[in-house]
């Protein structure tokens, strides 16, 4: 941990410095990756790179070290309080899984309990041998008679001829003693073909059940007596549990109407008249007690930025912080239940991430360190909003960072655009974009159709489109870097992950004459062996299935927006790099683009991430792949 006189002696020492800093210190994991504020207020909880080793760390009022845990090589993801002596950490794995399994590998994930007061430490599940050490969801923890429970989704074990594997494999909701790590069933599992969600109340009852149908997509919501309070029908999927009302005596959740626009209904728990919640607000988070999953307000988007607390004393605290950090991207991470303190992180221009506590009544907040020490604020690259057309005319945007420095005139661009694709990029520290920008390049990361930073409408505006109109609206933002005079058109790369490594690879494949060079992580080259892929993994869903097609188009098409079909017109040389491990876009779809591309006689280069997995959770592959990928552009269009 930094202390807030040591952090501004960084920032100080940090000015001095004339070169970029070295790519190493964006490709590195963040100093602080999460944070946690126990319930009183009291310790503070964090996972933080310290002299190379990833740590587990928590802390006392006095700043005094309670626990420090190396985290090895761990894929830690999170961090929280279950109560004031109880820390909970999330981590997950990649597992290889038998030939009963539809899929070879998958993500798995696990929560670490560590007691400050002698209870029970370790995982999760692991006091039972008819329970697998893998959770599927954290429902909530509740104090039950004095003692803290937490809400867990666990999957049943059963012991046969052939050893002991998953009974069914279906989510059963468990109540955890936490003091103890002894578990009891609070939710049976849904029957076959179906999935369930659930919400704990704040004396601990499973009090609302949503059952639904993976085969049609019907689907019922039930209260605390078992009585029916909403249901339907959603073929693609799309419905979901979100909260308990503002007085906990009503239910919200969220369905996708049949235009596939995100709606949100709330009913009273006893049964009674269903009412659309928010139905003129534009949302972009809910906030939600911990304690009850009672909703406690929201803050609106982006072009409705009020922030509403139902409580005023809590409504009053937000405003100020939104208020003080105002210019820079403000999250709210942790706070007390009243509001006293907060936990927040900030990042955007001159500010490449900082973590920062809020003593809300005593009006101070004070910084609790860097996540990136070595990139000291001016070497931040300037970062703005871009709006501009697609060629239809639809209104679009995308965020623009440029070199540190150097005047915006007729610079060498990267488009950046992002994964997904239902997904979308902000005005904040974006480690690799800003890697890019501190080696030259001006960056952009175009919000095309099918993002989520508008309205629904623009969201459905990409289904059908992978290869098309989402992929001129990139173009179409280049052109508009080009017009306004700050990028030349002709010395453009296009770089991505996941979907953003489609893109990539579709801009030397699909488009022709706009790029110097691709590099392309984790993209997928074959949209139809995507599909079957994912139907494969579903289990042969049909709700899948309806939600595919919905989003990729008629299937006798998919071999028209497939990049590695389209091999042989590739006029750029291409990067390919793909973690092992990854059980999102197999490596298999990037070995199969490498093979067509040497077929087909092209450049391009491969590089395999042994160990890796799709997010780029390891600081030495994710190092490695910035090392790699600015590399190649350096070499195939050079800054200078």
């Known amino acids: 941990m930094v202390s807030a006189l040591a952090f501004v002696t960084l920032a100080i020492a940090g000015a001095a410095h004339a070169a970029p800093p070295p790519l190493d210190a964006y490709g590195d994991l963040p100093q602080i990756e999460d944070a946690a504020v126990s319930p009183d207020g009291r310790h503070l909880a964090s996972i933080v790179q310290s002299k190379g080793e990833r740590r587990i760390l928590v802390l006392d009022p006095a700043g005094e070290l309670l626990v420090a845990g190396n985290a090895g090589d761990s894929k830690v993801r999170a961090i929280n309080w279950a109560d004031d002596n109880t820390v909970l950490v999330s981590k997950s794995a990649t597992v290889t899984l038998g030939h009963f399994f539809?899929?070879?590998?998958?993500?798995?994930?696990?929560?670490?309990?560590?007691?400050?007061?002698?209870?029970?430490?370790?995982?999760?599940?692991?006091?039972?041998?008819?329970i697998a050490d893998v959770v599927r969801g954290n429902y909530g923890i509740r104090t039950v008679e004095g003692r803290s429970v937490g809400y867990f989704g666990g999957i049943a074990?059963?012991?046969?001829?052939?050893?002991?594997r998953f009974k069914h494999g279906r989510t059963t909701l468990y109540a955890v003693d936490l003091a103890t790590n002894r578990a009891r069933v609070a939710a049976r599992p849904a029957t076959e073909d179906h999935y369930s969600d659930w919400l704990i109340d704040a004396a601990g009852n499973v009090s609302v059940t949503l059952d639904v149908s993976t085969t049609n997509g019907d689907w019922w919501i039930k209260g605390p007596d078992g009585n029916k309070l909403a249901q339907g029908q959603q073929p693609t999927g799309g419905i979901g549990l979100v909260a308990f009302g503002q007085q906990g005596q009503s239910v919200i959740y969220s369905i996708a109407d049949e235009e596939g626009n995100t709606r949100w209904f709330e009913v009273p728990l006893g049964g009674g008249e269903t009412q659309e919640f928010l139905a003129?607000?534009?949302?972009?988070?809910?906030?939600?007690?911990?304690?009850?999953?009672?909703?406690?307000?929201?803050?609106?988007?982006?072009?409705?930025?009020?922030?509403?607390?139902?409580?005023?004393?809590?409504?009053?605290?937000?405003?100020?912080?939104?208020?003080?950090?105002?210019?820079?991207?403000?999250?709210?991470?942790?706070?007390?239940?009243?509001?006293?303190?907060?936990?927040?992180?900030?990042?955007?221009?001159?500010?490449?991430?900082?973590?920062?506590?809020?003593?809300?009544?005593?009006?101070?907040?004070?910084?609790?360190?860097?996540?990136?020490?070595?990139i000291p604020p001016e070497q931040v690259g300037p970062i703005s909003v871009v709006n501009y057309k697609a060629q239809d005319g639809l209104e679009m945007d995308g965020i623009l960072t440029l070199p540190p420095g150097r005047e915006a005139k007729g610079l060498p661009v990267i488009m950046l655009p992002h994964g997904g694709p239902s997904s979308h990029d902000e005005p904040e520290f974006d480690w690799w974009a800003q890697a890019f920008a501190s080696r030259g390049y001006a960056v952009f990361q175009p919000n095309f159709r099918g993002s989520t930073n508008r309205n629904d409408a623009f969201r459905r505006a990409g289904y059908g489109e992978w290869g098309r109109k989402m992929q001129s609206d990139i173009?179409?933002?280049?052109?508009?870097?080009?017009?306004?005079?700050?990028?030349?058109?002709?010395?453009?790369?296009?770089?991505?992950a996941s979907y953003g490594g489609y893109a990539a690879l579709a801009g030397v494949t699909l488009q022709q004459g706009l790029y110097r060079c691709a590099v392309s992580v984790a993209g997928v080259a074959d949209v139809k062996r995507?599909?079957?892929?994912?139907?494969?993994?579903?289990?042969?869903?049909?709700?899948?299935?309806?939600?595919?097609?919905?989003?990729?188009?008629?299937?006798?098409?998919?071999?028209?927006?497939?990049?590695?079909?389209?091999?042989?017109?590739?006029?750029?040389?291409?990067?390919?790099?793909?973690?092992?491990?990854?059980?999102?876009?197999?490596?298999?779809?990037?070995?199969?683009?490498?093979?067509?591309?040497?077929?087909?006689?092209?450049?391009?280069?491969?590089?395999?991430?042994?160990?890796?997995?799709?997010?780029?959770?390891?600081?030495?592959?994710?190092?490695?792949?910035?090392?790699?990928?600015?590399?190649?552009?350096?070499?195939?269009?050079?800054?200078?």
């Open 102 to 130: 539809t899929t070879p590998r998958l993500e798995l994930s696990g929560t670490i309990m560590i007691s400050l007061a002698g209870g029970a430490s370790g995982m999760i599940f692991d006091k039972q041998r008819d």
């Open 157 to 164: 074990l059963q012991k046969d001829r052939n050893g002991v």
């Open 280 to 374: 003129n607000t534009r949302i972009e988070r809910l906030y939600v007690d911990r304690n009850s999953s009672q909703v406690l307000g929201y803050r609106g988007t982006k072009s409705d930025e009020q922030t509403q607390l139902y409580d005023p004393v809590k409504h009053s605290a937000v405003t100020r912080i939104f208020r003080a950090f105002k210019g820079r991207q403000t999250r709210l991470i942790d706070w007390t239940a009243d509001f006293s303190t907060v936990l927040v992180r900030t990042s955007g221009n001159g500010d490449s991430g900082t973590w920062y506590i809020v003593d809300v009544k005593n009006r101070r907040a004070d910084p609790l360190g860097a996540e990136r020490e070595a």
């Open 475 to 496: 173009s179409d933002g280049l052109a508009e870097l080009a017009r306004q005079g700050i990028v030349d058109p002709k010395r453009a790369c296009i770089v991505g």
């Open 530 to 640: 995507m599909y079957s892929t994912d139907v494969r993994e579903s289990g042969d869903s049909r709700m899948a299935v309806r939600a595919l097609r919905e989003e990729l188009g008629d299937p006798s098409q998919y071999a028209e927006i497939s990049p590695r079909r389209f091999a042989d017109r590739t006029d750029a040389p291409v990067l390919l790099i793909h973690g092992k491990d990854d059980t999102v876009v197999p490596l298999s779809q990037s070995k199969s683009m490498a093979d067509a591309l040497k077929d087909a006689g092209k450049p391009y280069e491969m590089v395999v991430l042994d160990g890796e997995d799709h997010w780029l959770s390891s600081a030495e592959t994710r190092k490695h792949m910035l090392r790699e990928s600015v590399r190649f552009v350096e070499k195939h269009n050079p800054a200078d």
